[in-house]
Structures are given as C-alpha cells and as structure tokens.
C-alpha cells in the first residue's frame, strides 16, 4: 500500500503494489469452462468497457505520449479481464479499473527506469508551506499570467508536480471525479484527497506565475 | 455575522475549506454559508479562493479531455477474445453500443480521418491527400504557363506571310540549313554587295555587343529579300527585310491589323510561337520593312533593337 504523507515509497512496497494479482491465481482463465468465459466477457463489457476513455484520458496525462497511453490502456483492460473474478459486483468497478491501471503504469515505469524514483514528501511540504500564504490579485493571474501562457506550460507544470499531488489534480479538475471516487481510487483518506488537491493547485499556481514571470509577466504577492 | 463565522471557522483548516467549497464537496450546509461569508468580507480570504478556482477551471479548459482514439475500443476487444482463447475471434467495430458493421464508405471515411502522428502532432490523414492535391495543381499551372500559345498571325498566315517567312528562316538558320554566303563582317561591303544583288538600300544596324557575321539575299515572288545575321555568344539576331512595295498586289502579305499597329507603336513585338521559342519584333526603317527574329527574351529583343526602329 502506498503509505500516506511524510514518507517515502520504498522497494517493498512497490512489490506490493505492483503484485497486486498473483499470476497463480486458481481462476485462470484457462480454467474457466466456455459458459463461464461467456459470462464473464458479458459483465466485463457491463462493467469495465464505460469506463475506457476516462482510464485513455488519465493514461495519457500520465504518459504524455498517445502511443504509450494506448499500450497502457490495453494492458490494464487485459490484467483486469484475467483477474476480473476478484472485482466484487456492486463495488467501484471504475475505482478498481484505475488502480489496475496506476500499478500497470508503475510496473512499466520500474522497467524502462534505472531506480524508481522517490517521493519525498518533507520537501514538498515545506515548499507549500513557503508559499501557503502568498496570495495575488486574481484579476492579475487571469490577465497576466494565464492568458500568456500555452498549453505547453500547463502540462510541463502539470508534469513537475509529485506524482500523488499530480493524481489528484488530474482526477480532480481534468477526469471530474469526486473526492470520494478520489480516495476510493488512492485507498487513502478524503481528507487526504482534499490536501493534496489544495496543496497540489497552490504549487501549480506558483509554477505559472514563475512561467509568466519569465516571460516578463510577474504579479506581486501579498503574503 | 463575521464574529460567528470567525468563531465558527476557528481552528480550521481555511485553506482547505475554500478547496472543498471550489469543488462542492464535502462541506454540510452550515460550514458552506460561513465559508461563503468569509469570501464576502475577508480579502485574503476571497483572493485565495479566486486564485484557486483561477487555476482549477485554467487547467481544465486549456486541457481538455482527450476522445478514445479510432480503434482503440476495438483492438481492445479483439485482444480480450485473444486472451479468451476464442477460436473465431470478430473484430468488433468502434462501436460502443451494438455490434455493427461500418460499410465499405464509413471504413474508407475513418481511414482518412484517422489521425497519423508525425513527432508529437497528429494530423488526418486527409491533410496530405489535400497537399498532394495542391502540388498537382500547381505544377500543371506552372507547366500550362509555360506552354506558349501561337501567335494568330503566325497560326494562320501563308507562305507570303513576312511573319511566317522570318520565323521559319530563323529556325533554319539554327539548324544550319540556311547559312549566310556574303560572309562579311564589314558592314559597308555587305551594304554594297546587297545594293549590287538585291537593288535596295539595306538597312544594317551596328548592334552593340553583337556580331554581323553574314548575310544572304534572295526572291520571293519577284521581290527581293535581304537577311542579315548577328550573335553574341550563344544568342542570334536574325533580321529580314524588304522594301516596302513588296506589299503591293500581296506578293508579301502583312496583315493590316499588324501595319496598323506598327504605324501606332511604331514596332510589333511577340513571342507566341508555340514550340518554336523566339521573339519576333517588326518595324519600319524609312522604305524597308524590318522583321527580326532571334533567341532572346522578348523585352530584351526590345531594347537591344528599340533605337532602330526610332
């Protein structure tokens, strides 16, 4: 389990996380007879199916790579496929689905990486609390820092930001889902859905104001 | 009222509210109107929450939700068929709700439309059978433009045509098969020997830059003809001329419309001879009617030979 603030994310638990499904798992599918394969493909289209342009969507903020976003999304939707009998019916199929796809994506990650990286949450901690309390005329950010800035800012400040801060902003304010399906998803706290939604916005606003500042655009801050 | 929504929000987490209120989560009815009267009277308050909510609907109109990318759907199920082990595995069309069949149209519709990544853009497919479509059009444009039309003179004009007569004589002369036999660079002894054999007074310009390097005589239909030759390099200057009373009783024939502008502009110049690239320029010299035919571009034809005309 991904253990919640101020700590970092070692080897084991990535085992943990990533090994999610035990490939020797009895009910494979191998075993299943052709009725209940039949069934099973029937609910999975019910269940699973809705719910692939959200994971394409999540997949590529997370990837930032069309190609790569597809690649995961089929992985994730094959791994759930095969372990589908350990989805309880009536449970956050799509909660589940993204889960699986998160662990796809870490497993891929550890792959085509040297050390997986590390989250250091003090850091992180105390550079929003360095900027917790500057506030700035919004009429200045909307007029001179967003509307000179493009895309391409958005989604390197988007990309800069820690991996569980930049979760909860994608899910939040660009996959629209509520703090609940949030924290269902993470396995963590509402309230930790919120902090770090609010913590992750107060990191991307100054990212941008840095951005626009360089181009000459800077806004003064009152703290 | 502010008292109570201080005292009521004391010891919370403001911050944290204001995200919750920006969301519409979380928050009963009774921490949602304090928060809102915080925001009404607290200006730190309210710019924190405007800058948040700034960045929340930022983001989230600049970067829009993606649309699942054609056959995505597809190849997805087709895999999971794979995986199912079935023996007669379908390709499900991108259809999410029923299984159906795109006809052959929708297929080749989808096909165009279908985005090709080149780097990090995705363009469809279409966008370079419109390019290509432009790069033959412009090239049968440029290869139109520069296939000449034929002058109407020259297209119907007879073998008494001056026109007709000077150009085809042109041509010879590049080929070699007419060849100047007064080979002469002395334009007074050309002039005389011309004044002996023809019985006219030739007119021989000294084109600057260029070389008299022959001339030659003949009849036509009892009148004579004087042809003088010039080059410069690879560039050749060839002028016919015959007094004008060869025009009498059509023995040479030069159409009206043609003299009538040469009395007008005092020249008649083209270049429209098809296949045939030359530039022709007409003119009158006191009684000899000139008609120069050579290998240069028109407007250059002009100003070598505008003073003679004048």
């Known amino acids: 389990m991904l253990k919640d603030n101020n700590s970092e994310i070692n080897s084991s638990d990535k085992i943990d996380l990533v090994d999610e499904f035990s490939e020797s798992d009895s009910s494979a599918l191998e075993d299943l007879s052709a009725n209940e394969l039949t069934e099973r493909k029937r609910l999975f289209d019910i269940e699973a199916m809705p719910h692939m342009k959200l994971l394409y969507n999540y997949a590529y903020r997370l990837t930032s790579n069309q190609m790569e976003a597809e690649d995961l999304v089929q992985d994730t939707y094959l791994r759930a496929f095969r372990f589908f009998h350990r989805f309880e019916r009536g449970t956050n199929c799509k909660a589940w689905m993204f889960r699986i796809l998160k662990n796809c994506y870490i497993n891929q990650y550890r792959k085509t990486k040297k050390e997986p990286s590390k989250v ?32 391409d800012d958005l989604i390197i400040a988007l990309n800069s930001l820690q991996d569980d801060y930049k979760t909860v902003v994608i899910l939040c304010d660009l996959e629209g889902l509520s703090y609940e399906e949030i924290a269902e998803f993470l396995e963590v706290p509402i309230g930790t859905v919120r902090s770090r939604l609010h913590r992750g916005r107060k990191i991307l606003e100054k990212k941008l104001r840095d951005y626009a500042k360089e181009r000459g655009y800077a806004v003064e801050t009152e703290a | ?54 960045v929340k609907e930022f983001f989230a109109s600049r970067l829009k939700q993606k649309e699942l990318p054609k056959g995505l759907y597809s190849k997805i199920n087709a895999s999971i068929e794979e995986l199912s082990g079935s023996t007669s595995a379908k390709f499900i069309p991108d259809s999410q709700s029923l299984v159906s069949h795109h006809s ?184 000899i009617l000139c008609a120069s035919v050579s290998n240069l571009p028109k407007q250059k034809m002009y100003t070598t030979l505008a003073t003679y005309y004048k």
């Open chain 2, 104 to 287: 052959y149209i929708e297929h080749l519709k989808e096909f165009f439309v279908t985005p090709f990544s080149i780097g990090v853009y995705a363009v469809p497919r279409y966008t370079f059978a419109v390019i290509l479509f432009f790069f033959v059009l412009g090239l049968a444009l440029v290869l139109n433009n520069n296939k000449r039309e034929i002058n109407t003179f020259y297209a119907s004009g007879s073998e008494k045509s001056i026109m007709v007569q000077a150009v085809n004589n042109f041509h010879k002369i590049l080929t070699g098969e007419i060849k100047p036999t007064i080979n002469s660079t002395d334009t007074q002894e050309i002039k005389k020997i011309i004044a002996t054999e023809s019985n006219f007074d030739a007119f021989i310009p000294d084109i600057q830059e260029y070389r008299l390097i022959g001339a030659v005589t003949n009849d036509f239909n009892g009148k004579k003809i004087a042809h003088f030759v010039y080059s410069s390099g690879d560039e050749l200057i060839y002028i016919y001329e015959t007094v004008i009373d060869s025009l009498c009783h059509k023995k040479l024939e030069l159409p009206s419309e043609m003299h009538n502008q040469i009395l007008k502009d005092k020249f008649y110049l083209c270049d429209k001879f098809d296949d045939r690239d030359c530039a022709f320029m007409m003119w009158y010299k006191n009684n």
């Open chain 1, 120 to 151: 250091d949450y003090e850091e992180v901690e105390n550079f929003y609390d360095s900027i917790r309390s500057e506030a700035v005329d919004p009429n200045d950010l909307e007029q001179k820092v967003f509307s000179n800035l493009l895309d």
């Open chain 2, 1 to 54: 009222m502010e008292k109570n929504t201080t005292d009521f929000l004391s010891g919370k987490n403001i911050d944290e509210l204001l995200t919750s209120y920006i969301d519409n989560e979380e928050l009963d009815d009774l921490t949602r109107k304090h928060v809102e009267e915080l925001i009404s009277y607290d200006v730190l308050s309210f710019r924190l929450y405007k800058s948040e909510k700034l």
